[in-house]
């Protein structure tokens, strides 16, 4: 046995007892005639003390020879600690060193293992498994730890059954590119890794599981962007016999819990919002309702008056800054330069001071009135000493130019407070969105989500308008869940893949096993699929995955400490029954 | 809402209750004027009952146009059943149908879906969505469930941490042969799929996560056999600060609970046997002790007679058969056939009677008189009515021939009960084997395994005989785990590396990021890995594992249903940043 204790464990009672423990060096603090070492587990520090007067004189020439990080074992006696360190579990004590073994040596780590470490990103990722030792990542790891296995629990209590499906699938491209695996097997043949295991759990479904869920690895060969990884853990469940409402019901209950077992917070019930709606009035289909600053549309007020830019434009739309009304004319510039920004591309932005005397300054003071500046406040909820900032165009750009502008500003006003949490579902999403690169219409969820009921019809006349069986799930501004009610009919899965684009010999090979496992008695079915990462993050109370990921790939999707992907021998190659010329 | 029950929920207390059910017709019986129909789901079968004097024309009329695994949904009075089934928990109670509504139409399935199907292997697999429906394979798939949520509480309450470890690796092959993913922005490199996360676990205790586990999906691009599959499930364990004891403590407390608790099974302790041990006793590193019949070595009291073909042999080795003595002469010449089996490849088969009044009998009394065969029964623990069987030549040979036969005799004698479980510790497992092809010696469990204490100095003189730090769980004659004390000292892990052939430049280039981490203050550490497919099915009293895995994969590796591997298109293939010539 290494240890009769961990590092965390020794308490005022272990006094006078004889201990083993066994750890890394955190540090030591060596003043000749004695040394004082951090020892630390993953459980916590107990503190060494070695005692030229009372450890034997081996032991202390040893103990001088220690590094940070090298591994020890101590065997001693607990004893009272002259200072004691309220802050510390094991403050009360120290462990008087009788015997030490060196266990493993340590070079001196390229950065500090500390919660504040001196360590850079690269580096950090570089060696991961010194960064796993300081409390920040580790605690981050052991939270989805939590996360997880609460998850599981919860919904197998709910009657969910975890069912693993396959790895190696057939390609069924679901808007992103399938990672392939040549089979050796079966020459000229490939598998593809799933992006989700989305059939497999309707053929489930047909299968009557009833009820089914899953912790699973998914994989997208996208072009990477910061924080999104090319293999990423989705909650993926669905049920049968189910209708919308069930659906929300059940995840709603999910989410609660786990707001209130790993994080303590306690909600009523998760306010609703049509897509149409989140849209109007955040300009996003995943606002952040942990505060207001709600768009109000201006056209009304707005236009028909001299203001050309205004009046030509698609939609006149504001949101009120609380307090903004202070802000100095370099500040309001400095939000003019951010809307400009290519990445929000706004061409310009007017705003309204209202003074805390009622009356209004605004940057066209020479096209509107203090009776029409009114009524902006009134659209946007503006108060007395607010600032309202209007931006005017299209309707879909300028929207998404004010909800950036709101989530900035909400971030400058520290109103994203990460110990604050806001769900919300957001219903009634369009079935089809307009793809302009390929010039037609696209499944905005994926090609098995049902429509409404009775709008089917509209796909011929208004397809833009057909509004799905489909939801979100919000938490702070982020999508943590979607789903969808599927079609359970093979006639209407055949008619969607038509109207998709798909020809019926194209629909029949690639998504044929589902539309047969259709004709043998598919119940209506529905399901959500959390996308894991990033609900532990937000759990966890940030917005960046990475660090709640034990071995993260970079942008390029490598692991940057294990230099993968790599060259493969050519013997391997040949094998794989594939001529392949690098 | 669906359903305001399940079909398995209806007693005697929900009568003159109004309820809503949905599910599959499972059968129908019409006798025109009353039609009985019964509904399932996962969770039972409810008797539904059409009556014409007391439900709706309309609906009888519909009822009557239901065929088998139809899926439909019906509201009606609960009421007490004429003629009661204590079988079914539902058996008191039948549903007075008064609204029926048709959800979906099935096409006659392929096979009936019914405990005892008509169905064959390759239809039921063609059709897994109906398969699933059979509560034989609904139960292994839940059962399955039921395994993986115990283990992972189990282990979870002993404070292990599930991390997961990425899918998307580098090429370490471990033995067999690694899956490869060509990667797009990586031009002409490839990941691997894990064969085991064997390095990320290792690099976790360098990281101080004391304790880890995962279930995880691993991949080996082997030929297949029966009841292999492509991709399979590991919970995989790995623990700092430990020695093999401490291992062995925590496994073993791991499957106590699981068979308390999914099996009703409990049992002490269990059993250790060293590598050599169970090769002299079974002839076998996994035997099954659920019964005897354990070897007895007979070179002592069978050579230096005049028999020949046992005086060359390296090896005499018998096993007494429980009630043997009275086989036929016919019996024992299909023994004798069975022996000689190109698959088992024994020469021949020496046999001795043990008669009730203490003769013997044999097919050598040419060589050997009463008082030689008395000291065979004495060996081999024969009691008067069994029978000896004994076979001869090279060690290795012998033992898995006499192996194999014991397994087949107590197979036909019916001492491989299904619901007995008979776990075992195999210990001190050799840390190489000589491998015939290559001609040389290979690491026998993988190259991270430590050798026992002072042994590593036998490596250069007597390297088959050196003893590993490793261990397998057998259960039921299968190894259900296996695991090894790891070495944790970069030296130490170089010199094996050498050992086993590989050069510098190699080591470095493949495990170059394990022994760099070794240098920054590994733990010693150790861990276990199960198969969960062969544990599920062995727990679950079954050998095969093909059942309890949703979409298992055949022989070919294909998924039957689904027709994966399939070629990719050329588009597909180009974007890999590859040229394939198929």
Tied chains: 1, 2.
């Excluded at 309204?352 to 902006?376: H, M, P, R």
């Amino acid at each position: 046995m290494y240890r009769t204790h961990n590092n965390g464990a020794l308490r005022a009672e272990n006094i006078n007892e004889t201990v083993t423990l066994a750890g890394w060096v955190q540090k030591s603090r060596d003043k000749g005639f004695m040394i004082w070492v951090d020892l630390r587990d993953r459980y916590g520090i107990t503190q060494l003390i070695f005692d030229e007067e009372r450890t034997p004189k081996a032991v202390m020439d040893l103990a001088k020879t220690m590094g940070r990080e090298f591994v020890i074992q101590v065997t001693g006696k607990v004893i009272e600690r002259e200072s004691k360190n309220p802050k510390m579990p094991t403050g009360d004590v120290e462990l008087l060193v009788e015997k030490l073994e060196i266990l493993n040596e340590a070079k001196t780590p390229p950065f500090t293992i500390e919660d504040a470490t001196d360590g850079g990103e690269d580096l950090r990722m570089k060696y991961r498994y010194l960064d796993i030792r300081r409390n920040p990542v580790k605690e981050k790891l052991i939270f989805r730890h939590k996360v997880s296995i609460a998850v599981r629990n919860y919904l197998s209590e709910q009657g969910f059954i975890e069912v693993e499906t396959p790895y190696l699938i057939k390609s069924t491209p679901e808007g992103a590119r399938d990672f392939v695996v040549p089979s050796r097997m079966n020459e000229g043949q490939f598998y593809a890794l799933p992006q989700s295991p989305q059939t497999f759990k309707q053929l489930l479904m047909v299968g009557g599981m009833d009820k089914y869920f899953q912790i699973v690895k998914c994989f997208r060969d996208e072009d990477l962007r910061a924080d999104r990884q090319p293999e990423f853990t989705q909650i993926d469940c669905e049920m049968a016999f189910v209708e919308q409402e069930d659906i929300l019901n059940i995840f709603e209950g999910l989410t609660k819990h786990l707001l209130k077992e790993v994080v303590g917070f306690e909600i009523e019930s998760f306010p609703r919002m049509t897509y149409d709606e989140a849209m109007a009035k955040y300009g996003n289909d995943k606002p952040d309702i942990r505060f207001g600053m709600e768009f109000g549309e201006l056209n009304a007020v707005a236009q028909h008056k001299d203001f050309n830019v205004f009046n030509s434009a698609e939609l006149v739309v504001g949101i009120a800054v609380p307090g903004g009304a202070s802000y100095t004319r370099k500040e309001i510039d400095k939000l003019i330069d951010w809307v400009k920004r290519p990445q929000v591309g706004a061409l310009g932005m007017v705003y309204v001071k209202c003074n805390e005397d009622g009356s209004f300054k605004s940057s066209v003071d020479k096209f509107y009135d203090q009776e029409d500046l009114a009524k902006w406040a009134e659209a946007t909820g503006a108060q007395p000493g607010d600032l309202i900032c209007v931006l005017s165009g299209e309707t879909s750009k300028t929207r998404a130019q004010l909800s950036a502008l709101r989530m900035e500003l909400a971030t400058q006003l520290g109103l994203r407070k990460s110990d604050e949490f806001a769900p919300l579902w957001v219903v009634d999403f369009p079935l089809l969105e307009w793809d302009e690169e390929t010039e037609r219409y696209h499944a905005m969820h994926h090609p098995f989500t049902s429509p409404k009921p009775g709008q089917m019809e509209l796909l011929d006349t208004k397809p833009g308008e057909v509004k799905a069986n489909a939801y979100d799930l919000v938490l702070n501004g982020n999508e943590i869940g979607g789903g969808s009610i599927r079609i359970h009919d093979k006639e209407i899965q055949s008619k969607m893949f038509d109207y998709l684009g798909f020809t019926k010999e194209e629909a029949q090979a690639q998504f044929g096993f589902l539309m047969d496992a259709f004709q043998y008695g598919a119940p209506p079915h529905g399901g959500l699929a959390f996308g894991l990462d990033r609900l532990v993050a937000i759990l966890g109370g940030q917005e960046t995955i990475r660090d709640f990921i034990a071995f993260p790939k970079n942008n390029a999707g490598r692991d940057v400490m294990i230099d993968a992907p790599a060259k493969i021998d050519a013997a391997q190659l040949e094998e794989l029954n594939l001529k392949i010329t690098l």
